[in-house]
């Protein structure tokens, strides 16, 4: 499966975006999908997973609350709805794609190019 994150900017604290990240190649709707970011300087961390169905999600704890990750399997797209966004959040975001949801960046077998989100304060 090939991913395509995109939707990334810059954005003002306290701010929304929606990072999307489409999918092509092998059949979507097998894979458990997951978001992670690396900031400067920083290792690469999880941000949130989806499982195929849609029905169970993880998130980080820095980011409960103010993230949604949900996923159109028609539409071969997961997205992040990221609000109250803060300077903290700015990094490189990172969609993967693997068997079976996990939060761990080494457990995944498909990644995108990442896209880019910096929040000003």
């Known amino acids: 499966v090939q991913l395509q994150a995109s939707g990334g900017g810059l954005v003002q604290a306290g701010g929304s975006l929606r990072l999307s990240c489409a999918a092509s190649g092998r059949a979507f709707s097998r894979y458990a999908m997951g978001w992670f970011r690396q900031a400067p300087g920083k290792e690469r961390e999880f941000v949130a997973a989806?499982?195929?169905?849609?029905?169970?999600?993880y998130y980080a704890d820095s980011v409960k609350g103010r993230f949604t990750i949900a996923r159109d399997n028609a539409k071969n797209t997961v997205y992040l709805q990221m609000n109250s966004l803060k300077p903290d959040d700015t990094a490189v975001y990172y969609c993967?794609?693997?068997?079976?949801?996990?939060?761990?960046?080494?457990?995944?077998?498909?990644w995108g190019q990442g896209t880019e989100v910096t929040v000003s304060s």
């Open positions: 993967a794609a693997d068997e079976v949801v996990r939060t761990r960046s080494t457990e995944y077998g498909y």
């Open positions: 989806i499982s195929w169905s849609g029905g169970t999600t």
